[in-house]
């Protein structure tokens, strides 16, 4: 469930996507420049008197959750709670740079741990944003789609 403002959208995964490679890297290779933009904001926590705190995505960052379903990078064929556990996923947890060398797989990996997972952890998506992962994947998206034409 993805918050935004004050209502919150539930996504399905759905594994039935029928599109190119190609199609599928350069979805989320738009948004590199909106990602790298000093002036972009995530989204923005909340703090209300006798409540949880709670963290509501920015429009854009809503439009990267529904582009990341939409197109095949959050998928069931990924068992992110088990997934995250190897070494592989802490190997990219624990050092960013590592994203330069994912391969697509990989990246379906992260993008389905660290969007589902935000279901369960309230702010972790802005975490995976503010500590450079979410660029790192879009960007490495763009790497891909540019060798794809080679």
């Known amino acids: 469930m993805v918050r935004t403002g004050s209502r919150a959208v539930r996504h399905e995964v759905d594994d039935d996507i029928e599109q190119s490679l190609a199609e599928r890297l350069a979805m989320l290779a738009a948004f590199l420049p909106t990602f790298e933009a000093p002036e972009f904001r995530f989204g923005e926590w909340h703090h209300e008197s006798g409540h949880f705190p709670h963290f509501n995505l920015g429009e854009e960052a809503v439009r990267f959750v529904d582009t990341a379903y939409n197109h095949g ?3 069931s064929r990924v068992h992110w709670v088990e997934w995250i556990q190897t070494a592989e996923a802490q190997r990219f ?12 797989f990989d990246l379906e990996c992260l993008l389905t741990t660290l969007i589902r ?20 994947i879009v960007r490495r998206t763009g790497v891909l789609l540019s060798g794809a034409f080679d």
Do not use: K, P
């Open 73 to 75: 990078w959050v998928t």
């Open 93 to 104: 947890a624990n050092d960013s740079s590592e994203i330069d060398s994912a391969s697509v």
């Open 117 to 136: 997972q935000d279901r369960f952890v309230e702010g972790n998506l802005a975490s995976a944003f503010d500590s450079g992962m979410l660029t790192a």
